[in-house]
Every structure is written in structure tokens, then in C-alpha cells.
């Protein structure tokens, strides 16, 4: 067996058929552990790095688990007819996977020779030399920027902005496929004013990139009361269809190939 | 470029009238065909029973009433009102009878019938009795059959009460040289009937009674054409008074003579179809390939600038509405098991030529079209994808699918071909199959397939492994051991699979007996004219007069019978956790749940027979507590927890539907113990019986007769539907459960799989939802799976439409292997919908 197969890291799901997260039929594997703590966030137990538990159906379940890349493989596997008939693949999400970077390397490594596309979705909050070792097996980077304002975004992820659009200005030019996606978060960056400032960053970065808005959603909601711990944005709803559409031409304005989803 | 045309077409608002005329009113149970039938009958006695059937048909279509309905472009009906149904005493008519004050009132498929009708029913069903197929039937029959039919291990019901159907003409050869052609055929045939051949008597009656069939159905056609003359007399409305004028050209023409143009050709292909329903009382009776034996008039009337593509799909949607003119009564059983008044029509659009080139036109789109313009339950509409069907046309169709009414159902070439050839057809004719019915194929205009012969419940045999083949008192299988000489798993499983052999025998014996009665009682000659060789064999398909003879009975509950030996297995024999003995128990207390309404009847009713057999007869009251405590069955506390405890421990092993390659292989396993021993038995028309896998909806009514499972099952649920997993045990996606269900051996269930999934709508959304959708098809089918159709409708929408259903009269759903309309089917069957897994995607 190859030695990126023994690679170990840890996970805590594996999602299959997904249609909406890079090209075709995929299959997402999410790596356990982030550095920012997005309150919105609809996967808070992806969060921590260490294993930890959260109630889940009245049931206790154990969330995180150590593999190697070999048994994570196996799994995916399963699914490969569906990429070859889709030009799907592997998606690596999270959590974020440049947490553990050796093992999403030794993934999508795998990925690559078992013929898959490859995609991650990640913040890109990590040193430029980490990605770039990524980069030689990595298709498509669905890249998130929250906010052009450090001060704003710090407040709502605990991390300021600096690194990750020093990178985004990087990857734009050495990533084979840079997508940009937006979470419109109520309050935090859903006014024109905010998308037009990351769309004019991400045209300037990348004249006529493609940008995604991903609408706010609450389906994580129950996930905070599992863990235990606090749902900071109670207050606020997703955004009506109407407010995508507008926010939609705001981005489309700045010559961005801008669709509302995945 | 393609050479076809996929752009949508736009829809006349003709069909929106068409459709509000066929749904004004319930369904009328009419009587004119019994009453002719048996004028006819009467007259006719002693002359040989080809000829008895000929002179009947003509006699019927020269005298019953015809209509011609408001703004209807194709003609032809059946019944005076729409959506109606004839009756036919000759296969069987007691069960009418029977339930003429309840048919209205009835969950599933209620008619109304007048007071008059029912009188007149009455009167002509004297005539019938000892004289129909079905009691022939079953005077045939072993006792062990009949045995095994009163304790549901299978039920053959279908054919046993009705006429065959299942079958799909020679359409391109009416279309192409008319009645006058094939009884010119017959006249032709007759002239080497020569009065020293041994078969002389029967050929020269059979060839008769063609000529005469083809001769009466031709009049009957010209009867639509004097009646739209006279229409057009009276008609004020200049645009109608010329469209009955096309309908009285085209009627005097098709479809005794060949058609000159493609509405010609959709009028001689309606006459063709509505017609073979008016002869045998069989469903299933599918037009298959209709874009390709339409094609040529289609495409020669373009080429000449003599049609547009928009009137082209305003004849076929109005022949899409026509399909659900027609309609059948079935006994309140049967309706359980065929549920949404569907004839099964199935029409079926793509795949292959002759010659292996791919087959999709303009007409392919044009048919997907049609279904959307319609989004009636009729016709089952089907495609058929092989690897080198255009992505066009399987965007379309899923597009078609986004639409939530269960159509297309998909079929997959790959397998179906070669399991065709397998069973003995030629290459070229397995290339050209089309589905029959539900799920299944044949070769059209050469095959008398018997499709939908039987239902097989596989749970029941496991019942009887617990209990040493008894039942009820009666021993109904061969006893197959005391549960303490299970001491191995194989031998527990070498039980089941000769519970299996002998109920699989029983099972051919009832199918055979029907078979003969068919052929003694019922030949149907003007059917048999349209199918090859039965013009040069001289006889019809009920006697082997086809090319291809089969007889397919339908296996079901494999998810159960893999899900629950495979727990017998680990929890008895594996892991040692329970004894049979305890596993016994349990089943036979139904994990200590409360008791459905047929077991509790069941069991009280061998309490009352006890009870009297002890000179203690019951009085009212008491039988009503024995029900009582019969069904709210409550058990020890003592014994509650072990139930419990084992029903959690069975929960929580793996489960087929899930991408588990042990248990998969396992499934795959047990549907063997259907598949295999069929194929080693004959029918009467000399050819072999092969299995399908699927279940119409008689999951559920048979469910409802069903004891606990090992699977965890409850008594009288659901049983699992076709080749799909278990309703909710498949909990991995549509991917997994794809996988898995490929696993199982598709090819050598030659009569068709079912596999069911269920979509919510954004699952489908966006371009992204249908490619990603496209592409699970393609790779359910690269791994050799057969069929798969989709429900695409929520849950909350299901459950709404069941609160209100006022609300969701137009609400089309997939059932099995056909669409209904959700609000006509039955409570448990809504339910059964509802609790299928449903797939996301993230």
C-alpha cells in the first residue's frame, strides 16, 4: 500500500451525493477541527478538534473519529460510477481541513489516483506554504470570504481577516479553479453596501471569477443544543429570495460570474 | 447537430377541456358489453369456441353504444360516460355481485352503478354460472394450491378473475396495411387449410373468426364515422363542424385500411387500443413503442409541409387523455392490489433499433412532452436508457420526473437485452422490447408473456419454518422440522428454502390451471390476429398461437427475508444472544405489539372454532372481548423486555439498503430462493415460467396478512415493495441504496425489478439537481440494475394531501409500477407512499 494511505487524521461524517459542492456527484468528507468560530456556523461540532459528544435524537453520539486515508477511501470509493458518469469526485469541507494538513494532502493524493475531481471548501486561514501543498491535487477551491472588514469580521468569527485575503489575492492567480462563496449572514455582511465591497476585492483578485451567495440557513440550530453550548444569532432569519436577488445584481455589477448557491 | 427536435411544444387548450370532461363525474359501471355478450352467447352454443368468440366480439362492437365526447380530435370510447368501465361475466362475475351495494362506497376504486344496471346485471349473470374461466380454473387446481391460495401464501388473482391483457400488438401493422391486410392474411391461410390436415378443424374456426373480428372492428370505426357526420349536420360552431368532418374521413379510412397520414395514424392506433379493451377484460394492455412504429407518418407529413409539430402534439396529447377514458371494476381485493383505477398502459419512449443504433426522435420528446402536458396517471410512461441515449433526452425526461408524478419510469437496456436473449429471444428482438404492464418486457407482437401471473409473498414460507409448515390448524407446507433441530443457520435456511420449493410448485400449479381455463374458455381472436405466428399457427394466443410463450409471477418482501435471515442468522447462530425457541416467541407475539385487524380475526376466530369444537359456543359478547384482548395482545412484563430488548438488538444490525457488501450479497442470496426454482417449471403453451420482482401495490394489502418478521417487521405492515430496501431501513442516500439494490441479480428476474425511490423536490432543483440526477441513473445502471422509478413530492405535501384532499384532486403519485392519483388510493397505500425513505442531497 501507498504511504499517503496510512496517513491518519480525523473526521467526523462522510456525505454522500451531493450535488451543490463542486462539479457532479460528490462525495464531502469532513475534517474534524477549524480555527475560526463563525456564529453562524451550521456544523458547530466540526468546530473542536478534540472528539467530543453531542444528543442527537435523544440519543448521545460520539462526533469525531481517527482514520487513515486508505479507510476513507474505502468509503468513497463506493460512490466512484457516479463521479465518472458526473466528472464529480472528493470534496474535503469541515470543519477546516488545512487544520490538519497532512492528511487532506495525502486525500486528495489519494483522490487523484483513484481518478476523482477534487475540491475543497475551505476558509483558507492558514500559512500560503501549507495550501500550496495542496494545490499540485486540488481541482476546485471553493474559498470562503465573509467580510472585507477586519474589525467586523473578528467580531463574528474571533479571527481578524488579514491572512485569508492575502491568500485569496495568491490563490487566485496559482489555484487551478478559484470560487469564491459568500454566506449572507443578516447583520453581519447581507447589505449591499458589504457585497459590493467583497465583490469589488474578488474582481480585482479575479476579473470575471465566479462568486457564490449562500443564503443564511438555521438547519444547524439543534446541533448548539446537542453540544451544549450557546446560539449567539437567535435574532436573526434567513434572507428572502427578493433580498438574494438584489444582493445577486449587486455582485453581477462588478462583471463577476455570480449565481446564489452552490 | 441531433436529428431530432427537443424543444417543448407548446399545449392547445383543447386539452385542458379534454381533460375537465374525463373527471366531471365518478366512474359508471355500464352493462350494454354483458348484455350483448350473452344475446350472443345464448345463440351460439354447441359452435366451437373461436367462433363463439368472434361472433360475441362482433356482436358487440356492431350494437353498443358509441359517443363521441366535446372537442375530442380522437374518437373511440368505450362506455357512454367517461372514465367508465364494461363488465365481463365470461372470466368471472359472482364477486360483482357480491359487492354491488359496497363497489360505490369503497376505499379503493369505488364505480357507482344504478339500480337498473344492477338489475340487469342480475339477469344476464344467469346465464353465467359453471360457465366462466375462473371456475374451470379452479377445478383444475391441486388441493395443495388451493390450500396455499387461502392462507395468501400467493394469490393469482388477476388472471384467475380477468382476462390476460399484458400484451402489446402489431400496432405498425394496422397502422401499415389495416384490418382489411390482416384478414387478408387470415383468408390467405385459410386457402392452405386443407380438410385431411389433423389440425384442420380448429385452424379453419380460428381463421374465421379473425376474418369476422377484423371485419366487425372495422364497422365498428365507420359507426364513429356516421355518427360525427350527423354531429357536423347539426354543429353550429364552424372550427368543430370541420374537425367531426376529419373525424368522419379518417374513421371511414383506419383503421380498416392502412393510414395515409399521421392523424390517421393516432386515430387507427386509439381504435386498436380502446378495442382490444373492449374484447378481454385484461389490463396491462400497453401501446410500447409508440414513437417508433408512429415515426414514419409523423416524419413523411413534415417532410411534405402537411402537419405541424404543434398540431402533431395536440394529437398526441389527446390521445394521452384518451388513455384515461378507459377504466376496469375489479373485486374489492384486486383493487387493494391495483390501486388508482390504472390499466397499465405503458407507453415507452428511447432506446434501441433493431440494430442496435440509437432509436430517440422527435416523437421521443414529443411523447415526454405529452406527459407533461397531461400529468394523468395514464399512460404509464416509460423510457428505456442504454448507454448511448442522448444526455438530451435524459434531462428532458428528468425534467419530466421534477414534475413529481412518478413518470418516467426508467429502464435499463443493458440488463434487459441480454436477459431477453437469455430466455430465448433473438438479438433483434430483444433490442426492440418494451415494457408490459408495470416493469415488464417483451418483444411486441410476438410474445404472449403471462406477466403478471401471480403474487409471491416470500415472508410467508419464514412464518411456516416457525411453525413446522402449519397454520391455523392446517398443515400448508411440508413440515420442514421442530425448531430444536435448527441447530446451524444452514439448516434453518435449507428449511425456509424448501417451504420456498414446494409453495413455488403450488404456485405453477394455480398459474397452469388458470392458463388451460383461458385457452378452454376464453381465445380471444381478434387480439391474437395483431400477434405473430398465430395466424400461421392457426390458433390463438391463449393456446400458444405466440412466437414467445412465458408466464412471469411476481416474487416480493425480498428486503424483509434478507434483512430477516441474515438477523436469525447473527443473533441465533452468530452471536449466540437469543435461542429460535426465543425468536419463535417473539413472532408468534408479535415482539408483544398490538395485532392488525386480520390477524386479530385470524386468531379469534381459531379461539371461537375451539371453543365450539368444545361444545362451549361463545356468545357475541365474549367473542368481542376475545377480540379485544386477541389484538391489544399484552404480554408480561418479563416477556415485553426480552421482545423489546431483541427488537432493538435486530435495529441496530446492518440492513440491505445501506452499501454493505455481506448483506447485499446476502440479499442477492435470497432472492434466489424465488428466481431459481421457477425457471425449471412450463406452462401449458409451451414456454417456461421466469421470476419478476415486484409487487404492483399488493405489498401492502398482503403485508396486511402477514405475520412478524425477523426483521423486526410487525405483523400486518407493510411488506417491502419490489427489489427496494425496507421502508426507512436504507438511511445512507440514494447512492447506498442504489448500490446495494444493484447488488441483487437483476438479469435472471426476466419479468422486470421494481426499485422505488423517493426524491424531496430540492433534491431535483437547478440544473446541478437534474445533472447529479441524470448521473445516479447512469450509474444505477452501469452497475446492472434494472428499473427505477421516482416519487418527487415531500413528505409535509403527502401528509397535507391525505388532511385535505380537496385540495390534491389533480395530485399524481407513483405507486408501483404505475402513477395514480394520490387522493383515489386507499389509506394504508397513502400511508405505504409516505413512509418510503425519503432521499436529500446535501
Known amino acids: 500500500m501507498e504511504d499517503y494511505l496510512n496517513v491518519r487524521g480525523r473526521i467526523f461524517d462522510i456525505q454522500k451525493f451531493s450535488v451543490h459542492d463542486g462539479p457532479g456527484v460528490r462525495t464531502i468528507v469532513f475534517l474534524k477541527g477549524c480555527v475560526l468560530r463563525c456564529r453562524w456556523c451550521c456544523n458547530p461540532e466540526s468546530q473542536r478538534y478534540e472528539i467530543e459528544q453531542m444528543q442527537q435524537g435523544g440519543k448521545l453520539k460520539t462526533i469525531g473519529r481517527d482514520v487513515t486515508v486508505g479507510e476513507v477511501m474505502d468509503e468513497v470509493d463506493k460512490d466512484r460510477i457516479y463521479y465518472a458518469y458526473s466528472g464529480g469526485g472528493l470534496t474535503l469541507s469541515g470543519g477546516e481541513c488545512l487544520c490538519q494538513p497532512e492528511f487532506a494532502e495525502a486525500l486528495l493524493h489519494a483522490a487523484k489516483e483513484y481518478g476523482y475531481s477534487t475540491a475543497i471548501e475551505s476558509t483558507a486561514c492558514a500559512p500560503i506554504d501549507t495550501i500550496r501543498k495542496l494545490l499540485p491535487y486540488l481541482d476546485t477551491y471553493l474559498m470562503d470570504i465573509k467580510h472585507v472588514d477586519p474589525e467586523k469580521h473578528k467580531a463574528f468569527t474571533t479571527r481578524d481577516n488579514g491572512l485569508i485575503l492575502e491568500n485569496a489575492r495568491i490563490l487566485a492567480k496559482e489555484a487551478k479553479h478559484l470560487i469564491i462563496r459568500v454566506p449572507v449572514i443578516p447583520t453581519f455582511n447581507d447589505t449591499p453596501e458589504e457585497i459590493a465591497a467583497i465583490s469589488k476585492f474578488v474582481a480585482e483578485i479575479m476579473p470575471h471569477g465566479e462568486i457564490n451567495l449562500l443564503p443564511y440557513h438555521r438547519l444547524g440550530l439543534d446541533k448548539y443544543a446537542g453540544l451544549g453550548r450557546p446560539y449567539t444569532l437567535d435574532y436573526i432569519s434567513p434572507p428572502t429570495d427578493g433580498k438574494m436577488q438584489e444582493l445577486l445584481a449587486v455582485a453581477e455589477q462588478y462583471g463577476l460570474q455570480a449565481k446564489i448557491g452552490g | 447537430m441531433p436529428d431530432f427536435y427537443t424543444a417543448e411544444v407548446p399545449k392547445s387548450p383543447r386539452i385542458a377541456k379534454l381533460v375537465a370532461h374525463l373527471f366531471e363525474k365518478m366512474p359508471q359501471i355500464e352493462a350494454d358489453r354483458a348484455i350483448l355478450l350473452t344475446e350472443s352467447y345464448r345463440k351460439t352454443e354447441g359452435l366451437p369456441i373461436a367462433t363463439r368468440r368472434a361472433e360475441a366480439f362482433a356482436h358487440i362492437v356492431r350494437n353498443i353504444p358509441i359517443t363521441i365526447r366535446p372537442d375530442e380530435l380522437i374518437v373511440g370510447s368505450a362506455t357512454k360516460s367517461p372514465r367508465s368501465c364494461q363488465v365481463f361475466p365470461e372470466f368471472s362475475f359472482t364477486w360483482l355481485e357480491d359487492e354491488f351495494d359496497t363497489v360505490a362506497t369503497r376505499s379503493a376504486d369505488p364505480f357507482e352503478i344504478s339500480e337498473e344496471t344492477k338489475r340487469t346485471l342480475h339477469e344476464v349473470y344467469k346465464y353465467w354460472g359453471g360457465k366462466t374461466t375462473s371456475e374451470l380454473a379452479l377445478a383444475y387446481m391441486s388441493d395443495g394450491a388451493k390450500m396455499a391460495m387461502k392462507h395468501n401464501i400467493f394469490t393469482p388473482g388477476n388472471y384467475f378473475y380477468n382476462g390476460v391483457g399484458h400484451v402489446t400488438v402489431d400496432y405498425g401493422e394496422v397502422l401499415a396495411i389495416g384490418f382489411e391486410g390482416i384478414a387478408e392474411k387470415a383468408r390467405e391461410a385459410l386457402k392452405n387449410c386443407h380438410d385431411g390436415d389433423a389440425d384442420y378443424a380448429t385452424r379453419k374456426a380460428f381463421l374465421d373468426a379473425v376474418v369476422l373480428s377484423m371485419e366487425a372492428a372495422s364497422e365498428y370505426a365507420e359507426r364513429y364515422a356516421v355518427l360525427a357526420l350527423e354531429m357536423a349536420k347539426t354543429e353550429t360552431d364552424p372550427q368543430r363542424k370541420m374537425e367531426l368532418a376529419l373525424i368522419a374521413n379518417n374513421c371511414a379510412n383506419v383503421p380498416r385500411h392502412g393510414a395515409k397520414s399521421f392523424y390517421e395514424a393516432c386515430q387507427s392506433f386509439w381504435f386498436v387500443q380502446m378495442l382490444l379493451q373492449v374484447e378481454s377484460s385484461g389490463h396491462s394492455i400497453s401501446p410500447g413503442r409508440f414513437d417508433q412504429y408512429m415515426y414514419p407518418y409523423y416524419k413523411a407529413d413534415l417532410d411534405a409541409g402537411k402537419i405541424t409539430r404543434e398540431f402533431a402534439q395536440e394529437l398526441m396529447d389527446c390521445i394521452w387523455v384518451k388513455f384515461n377514458d378507459l377504466n376496469k371494476v375489479r373485486d374489492a381485493a384486486s383493487a387493494e392490489g391495483f390501486a388508482g383505477y390504472s390499466l397499465f398502459q405503458n407507453l415507452i419512449a428511447g432506446g434501441q433499433t433493431a440494430e442496435g443504433l440509437d432509436a430517440t426522435n422527435d416523437l421521443s420528446f414529443m411523447s415526454i412532452t405529452a406527459t407533461m402536458h397531461v400529468l394523468l396517471p395514464a399512460p404509464s410512461f416509460s423510457v428505456r436508457v442504454w448507454n448511448g441515449t442522448p444526455h438530451s433526452f435524459m434531462i428532458r425526461a428528468a425534467e419530466l420526473t421534477r414534475m413529481g408524478s412518478g413518470m418516467p419510469a ?91 420449493n414446494y409453495m413455488i410448485e403450488l404456485l405453477v400449479n394455480a398459474d397452469n390451471a388458470i392458463d388451460l381455463a383461458h385457452a378452454e374458455r376464453c381465445p380471444l381472436p381478434f387480439e391474437s390476429a395483431m400477434v405473430e405466428d398465430c395466424i400461421g399457427r392457426g390458433k390463438p394466443l391463449q393456446q400458444g398461437g405466440a412466437i414467445y410463450n412465458f408466464t412471469g409471477p411476481q416474487g416480493f418482501g425480498i428486503a424483509n427475508m434478507a434483512d430477516a435471515l441474515y438477523a436469525v442468522k447473527t443473533l441465533v447462530y452468530d452471536q449466540k444472544k437469543y435461542t429460535i425457541q426465543q425468536f419463535a416467541d417473539a413472532l408468534r407475539n408479535n415482539y408483544g405489539q398490538p395485532f392488525g385487524p386480520v390477524q386479530s380475526e385470524q386468531m379469534t376466530l381459531q379461539i371461537v372454532k375451539e371453543l365450539d369444537a368444545h361444545g362451549r359456543t361463545p356468545d357475541e359478547k365474549t367473542i368481542a372481548d376475545i377480540y379485544a384482548r386477541v389484538r391489544d395482545n399484552e404480554v408480561p412484563t418479563s416477556k415485553k423486555a426480552l421482545y423489546d430488548q431483541l427488537r432493538a438488538d435486530i435495529d441496530e444490525l446492518p440492513k440491505f439498503g445501506n452499501d454493505e457488501f455481506d448483506v447485499d450479497l446476502f440479499a442477492r442470496d435470497v432472492a434466489y430462493t424465488y428466481t431459481r426454482p421457477l425457471q425449471n417449471f412450463k406452462n401449458p403453451r409451451g414456454g417456461i415460467f421466469h421470476a419478476g420482482l415486484y409487487p404492483v401495490s399488493a405489498n401492502v394489502p398482503l403485508g396486511a396478512q402477514t405475520g412478524a418478521t425477523p426483521d423486526g417487521r410487525l405483523a400486518g405492515t407493510p411488506v417491502a415493495d419490489g427489489v427496494s430496501p425496507a421502508a426507512g431501513r436504507d438511511v445512507h442516500g440514494p447512492t447506498a441504496s442504489c448500490n446495494s439494490v444493484a447488488r441483487l441479480d437483476h438479469g435472471i428476474a426476466s419479468n422486470g425489478t421494481l426499485f422505488n425511490m423517493k426524491f424531496h423536490p430540492s433534491a431535483l432543483k437547478g440544473r446541478s439537481g437534474l445533472e447529479g440526477f441524470v448521473s445516479l441513473i447512469r450509474g444505477y445502471f452501469a452497475q446492472k440494475g434494472m428499473h427505477m422509478q421516482f416519487n418527487v413530492v415531500s413528505r409535509e405535501t403527502l401528509i397535507d394531501a391525505q388532511n385535505n384532499p380537496d385540495k390534491y384532486r389533480s395530485l399524481v403519485v407513483r405507486v408501483a409500477g404505475y402513477s395514480a392519483l394520490f387522493t383515489t388510493l386507499s389509506r394504508s397505500l397513502q400511508d405505504d407512499i409516505i413512509n418510503r425513505t425519503e432521499q436529500g442531497s446535501m
Request: proline residues 4%; charged residues 25%.
Open chain 2, 410 to 500: 426508467y429502464y435499463n437496456d443493458e440488463v434487459i437485452i441480454p436477459a431477453l436473449v437469455s430466455r430465448g429471444l433473438t438479438m433483434e428482438d430483444a433490442r426492440e422490447y418494451n415494457i408490459i404492464g408495470c416493469v415488464e418486457p417483451q418483444k411486441s407482437g410476438k410474445t404472449e408473456g403471462w406477466h403478471d401471473a401471480a403474487f409471491f409473498n416470500m415472508c410467508r414460507p419464514v412464518e411456516l419454518v416457525f411453525t413446522n409448515g402449519s397454520e391455523w390448524g392446517e398443515q400448508v407446507g411440508p413440515k420442514t422440522g421442530e425448531l430444536s433441530e435448527f441447530t446451524t443457520f444452514e439448516k434453518f435456511y435449507d428449511a425456509y428454502k424448501a417451504q420456498m
